[in-house]
């Protein structure tokens, strides 16, 4: 059996930008983007989730979405995350120690939210990657009695220090 490693770069609000598969060396990633305009930074959300805020800056997320599972009473979202290499330091190793990495979910009306989730020591990251990543791997449970119906995009915000950014993949997971 074969297996595919599928690697998404996004930076900023960009919809689905590129991948490498089987490929250790990601895509270089696109121009940073700052959330599109109408995205308000801290309007009130549904769903118990947090207000997205506005990134503005120049990192891209390395990242894979494992699972999406919309069955039973939650939706369920697994992979991993990191912030890509700083364009100004590409020499400097990459880093997901002390990373908050927060699934985002973008309805089909309205502010995103985004939702904390649970470490996941993911080995073979750094195995792949370099040291430091072990951290990189997330889980989130989101109860869908707090969401409404809907199909809802799905994206990631990473902070680490004070870097951050938010990328938004081409999955969705839908409420009904």
């Known amino acids: 059996m074969r297996v595919r490693t599928i690697v998404v770069i996004l930076a900023g ?4 930008a590129g991948c490498g598969v089987g490929s250790k060396e990601p895509s270089p990633a696109p121009p940073a ?7 308000p930074a801290a309007a009130p959300v549904a769903g118990g989730g947090q207000p997205v805020p506005a ?3 120049k990192r891209g997320i390395v990242y ?7 069955t039973g009473p939650d939706v369920v ?42 470490k996941v020591r993911r ?3 750094t195995k792949v990657y370099g040291p430091n990543l072990d951290e990189s791997g997330f889980s989130a ?8 119906r809907g199909t809802y995009r799905i994206g990631l915000y990473v902070r680490r220090a004070n870097e951050e950014a938010l990328a938004f993949s081409d999955k969705t997971a839908v409420v009904d």
């Open 13 to 16: 609000a960009v919809p689905f």
């Open 33 to 39: 983007q700052t959330l599109p305009a109408g995205a």
């Open 55 to 57: 990134v503005t800056g």
């Open 64 to 70: 894979v979405i494992d699972t999406i599972r919309s």
């Open 77 to 118: 979202v697994e992979g991993w995350a990191f912030l890509d290499a700083d364009p100004a330091n590409p020499k400097k190793p990459l880093d997901a120690r002390n990373s908050e990495i927060h699934v985002v979910l973008g309805p089909p009306n309205g502010a995103p939210a985004m939702f904390v989730t649970n």
């Open 123 to 125: 080995p073979d990251i």
């Open 141 to 148: 449970v989101i109860p869908k009695a707090s969401l409404g």
